[in-house]
């Protein structure tokens, strides 16, 4: 049986990359290969480029109500074709079918939000800005946009970016994962049904190689990134020096503060599935707890630990968990077990309780495949290594913490600023808790809080190397240039 070639999409055309070789595409559940992609060249890059860059002269001065008007379609091909889409998301990503399908609905909640393009593009007109002056914004496109996607959100997370470049008239560029490009190889199918003139949509498929063509190209006004954060720094650092625009969103390590008049029941079940959905490979998985209190800390790693060993780790796609609600797949891939397991290793050095292991966990029937159970440290104080990296695994460490203010401290002093959720019943502490907690995204009483597609999307201090966030509103801003307008006329 032949392997499956992953192929690009330029200027309205699917077409065979040229490349300096390929990648295996793997199912992580089972270590079959799925596919490969090609690791395309600069110049590969650089014809897409031009094809977004040809094609921006006339997308442009279309009305933006007729910019959208593909995206009304697009979302509806999604709709009707999103058990494939999940089952494929799946199969080469490892996230369970209901995790997959939950990304999918926040993908089509994008796309609706930036079908509002003509008003989110609206301007601001001042009468009488002096007299007989008048003042005027416009927001108008600025060319070619692009964006590097990370394997953890295939469908998702492209479409923080994607519809809102294309309805506020710029063109785009979306260079998959080499990871999990089958996602978005699959929604560009259905792209490709929507009407887009040529060139508007392209994707791209390879490394590092690629993303230094987006930055080498002058063409290219911005690049959105999402990834580590030392990658998000080298982006920031190249960007700035090309006078390119940049959204660059990094590494997480987000805190749950348990409060000692927390809901004891529903907030261990919603701490639960903020760890571990998606085996803990999301930006906004909780991966560690505070415990205000020695009352709350005890019950915290008792039913916190009872609750993980509860878990179902399996391969998302067999049959007889596949309906599960809390299905942990693998990681993405050897070299990330080995890591992970690399920190499990200097927890245990550096001095913390391995309260529950999850190594050596061997599913039947996928020996190939990167499992990791889920793993909990307690005893884990400020400063250690499994505290301060970002594990980006099934690996969650509990601390304990006197008061709210020393909760709120151990968030701040933290290297990342992505999320923090607290739990309790109190107004007053909740209050001071979004108010005086360091992170862009805060929960109460939410587990993962992740903010709905009309709002901003996006963290602090090292967590986000940007200005604008991503989705919403906010975003227009990234992919628009104000030109302001000052006029005056005379009686003829």
Request: hydrophobic content about 40%; charged content about 25%.
């Amino acid at each position: 049986m032949s392997i499956k070639i992953v192929k690009n999409y330029i200027n309205g055309q699917w077409r065979e990359a040229e490349n300096t070789g390929y990648l295996d595409v793997e199912n992580p559940s089972t270590g079959e290969i799925l596919a490969k992609t090609p690791l395309s060249t600069p110049a590969e890059a650089n014809r897409a480029i031009d094809a977004a860059y040809e094609a921006y002269k006339n997308w442009r001065n279309l009305p933006v109500a007729r910019r959208a008007q593909p995206l009304y379609k697009l979302v509806d091909l999604l709709r009707q074709n999103e058990d494939k889409i999940a089952r494929v998301l799946v199969s080469e990503m490892g996230k369970s079918i209901p995790d997959a399908i939950a990304e999918l609905k926040r993908a089509y909640e994008n796309i609706e939000v930036a079908c509002g393009m003509p008003v989110l593009q609206q301007g601001d007109k001042l009468i009488g800005a002096s007299f007989e002056i008048d003042g005027e914004v416009i927001r108008l496109p600025l060319g070619v946009f692009t964006m590097v996607a990370p394997f953890n959100f295939p469908a998702m997370v492209p479409f923080w970016f994607l519809p809102y470049a294309l309805a506020t008239g710029n063109t785009f560029i979306v260079k998959a994962s080499e990871q999990v490009p089958l996602t978005m190889e699959l929604i560009t199918e259905y792209i490709d049904q929507c009407d887009f003139p040529p060139g508007v949509f392209n994707l791209v498929n390879g490394d590092k190689v690629t993303v230094e063509a987006f930055i080498d190209n002058p063409k290219v006004k911005g690049i959105s990134l999402v990834g580590s954060s030392k990658t998000c720094k080298i982006i920031a650092e190249k960007c700035a020096r090309a006078n390119k625009r940049f959204q660059a969103m990094g590494s997480a390590k987000n805190h749950l503060v348990a409060m000692p008049d927390a809901n004891i029941e529903e907030m261990i079940r919603n701490m639960i599935t903020s760890c571990y959905g998606c085996a803990g490979q999301r930006c906004m998985a909780a991966s560690a707890i505070v415990a205000v209190g020695d009352e709350m800390y005890k019950k915290v790693c008792e039913k916190f630990v009872t609750a993980s060993k509860e878990v179902i780790v399996a391969n998302p796609l067999d049959p007889q968990v596949a309906d599960e609600p809390m299905v942990m797949g693998p990681v993405i891939s050897a070299e990330r077990k080995k890591f992970i397991l690399e920190m499990i290793e200097r927890g245990i050095k550096e001095g913390a309780t391995l309260a529950l292991d999850g190594r050596n966990l061997v599913v039947p029937g996928c020996e190939k495949g990167h499992f990791i159970g889920p793993t909990v440290f307690i005893d884990v104080k400020p400063g250690m290594e499994i505290h301060k990296t970002e594990i980006f695994g099934p690996v969650v460490v509990i601390l304990k913490a006197d008061t709210l203010d020393e909760a709120i401290n151990i968030i701040n002093e933290h290297q990342y600023g992505n999320g923090a959720s607290i739990y309790t019943q109190s107004g007053y502490w909740a209050r001071k808790f979004k108010l005086e907690t360091e992170c862009g995204m805060i929960g109460i009483n939410i587990g993962i809080p992740a903010p709905v597609a009309s709002l901003p999307f996006g963290g602090l201090k090292k967590s986000q190397y940007s200005d604008i966030k991503a989705q919403g509103k906010s975003i227009i801003n990234f992919f628009t240039e104000d030109k302001i307008i000052t006029e005056r006329y005379w009686p003829e």
